[in-house]
T-cell receptor
């Protein structure tokens, strides 16, 4: 299973955009890029996923590099409730999700 | 609202006991998964299942077994609980069809004493 690399932690100010990067240089052509977040004392929550094209939903946007070796999760206006651990994961044909350490996002008021 | 329900939020068991962790999903998902989460180690896959009566080992299956007799239910079994199995256990499900994302339960915090 291909792996991802994320910064351990990031900080943001409330109501400002946040760009969370992820590198996945060994991604294969059929791997989907998934993002999840985990709030304290809760299970991970699905955020967004994509294959090749950029994606938008009510929670976030996902920007995927043309060569697919990196992606960026964009939170357009961070709130205090967005403070969480964000996981970038590649989902292969096996259907398994292998989690890395993720990025701990701190949002300052 | 779609759900993955884990039977217990907190559980305390004694060393050597046989422990059952139950997970039920109401989304008719084919795939179900068990993870454990430990500080500094993140989420690690224990077992998963693609269909009823099917199971596959994940990255850390030792000391665990699973059962999937019905599509909606996936049980994790600790045959003889040990203190190093104290952890947060998370169940998830996903579909082959549709958006393919995982839905997680709230977790069971198991303490083995």
């Amino acid at each position: 299973d291909a792996k991802t690399t994320q910064p351990n932690s990031m900080e943001s100010n409330e109501e400002e955009p946040v760009h969370l990067p992820c590198n996945h240089s060994t991604i294969s052509g059929t791997d989907y890029i998934h993002w999840y977040r985990q709030l304290p004392s809760q299970g991970p929550e699905y955020v967004i996923h994509g294959l090749t094209s950029n994606v938008n939903n009510r929670m976030a946007s996902l920007a995927i590099a043309e060569d697919r070796k990196s992606s960026t999760l964009i939170l357009h206006r961070a709130t205090l409730r967005d403070a969480a651990v964000y996981y970038c994961i590649l989902r292969s044909n096996t259907g398994k999700l292998i989690f890395g350490q993720g990025t701990t996002l701190q949002v300052k008021p | 609202d779609v759900k993955v329900t884990q039977s217990s939020r907190y559980l305390v068991k004694r060393t050597g006991e046989k422990v059952f962790l139950e997970c039920v999903q109401d989304m008719d998902h084919e795939n179900m998964f068990w993870y454990r989460q430990d500080p500094g180690l993140g989420l690690r896959l224990i077992y998963f299942s693609y269909d009823v009566k099917m199971k596959e080992k994940g990255d850390i299956p030792e000391g665990y077994s699973v059962s999937r007799e019905k599509k909606e239910r996936f049980s994790l079994i600790l045959e003889s609980a040990s203190t190093n199995q104290t952890s947060m256990y998370l169940c998830a499900s996903s579909s082959f069809r549709g958006f393919g994302g995982y839905t997680f339960g709230s977790g069971t915090r198991l303490t083995v004493v």
